[in-house]
């Protein structure tokens, strides 16, 4: 009972410290594209910096996964919430990865005059992110409807970034000077897109945890 006792407050830690992930990574998206709409490049800057404790708490989660394993020889079920997790802080510290990436990205655009308007851009990061608010419940609550229907909410994401890149490359002839930047937002886009997709193998991620069945959500 000792052992069993042990163990469960060991995945309490490892799910409170795969929440905290979530939340640094989230607020690193929402403040690179905060970043780009204000074109605020000391907070580009900031975000680059941060991104060092997203990467510190993913050490950490890996830390207490080589120690479950190893000494309290989990039994399937526990077994599978486990390497679930390994794979979620995974994705997560991708999805930090792609906030940087954002932060460079308006880094190179610079404090130049913009040539559109960034209001889809802010709107596909926002469903993105719903989906990650969404995802991490899921995992918590072990509730694959709504991880299910988290990834099914990709599709709009994927909708939206379609509009932009087609919106961009409409603009690429007529502003031959300004290339540099519509390639930057191209890029900021897709890393969006891609935080959509992280969140996509996370909800599979718990399905497998919960029903030890494999599925392709993005399919």
Known sequence: MAIRTTFDKD??????????????????????????AHQDIKLAEQIIQDDQKINDLEEQIDSIIIQLIAQQQPVASDLRAIIAGLKISSDIERIGDLAVNIAKSTIHIGDGPLIKPIVDIPKMAEKALDMLNNVIKAYIEKDINLAIQTAKADDEVDELYGKIIKELLELMPSNPNSINQITQLAFISRHIERVADHTTNMAEHIIYMVKAKKVDLNA
């Open 11 to 36: 995945l309490d830690h490892l799910k409170e410290l795969l929440v905290e992930m979530v939340n640094l990574s989230k607020t690193a998206v929402e403040k690179s594209v905060q970043s780009l």
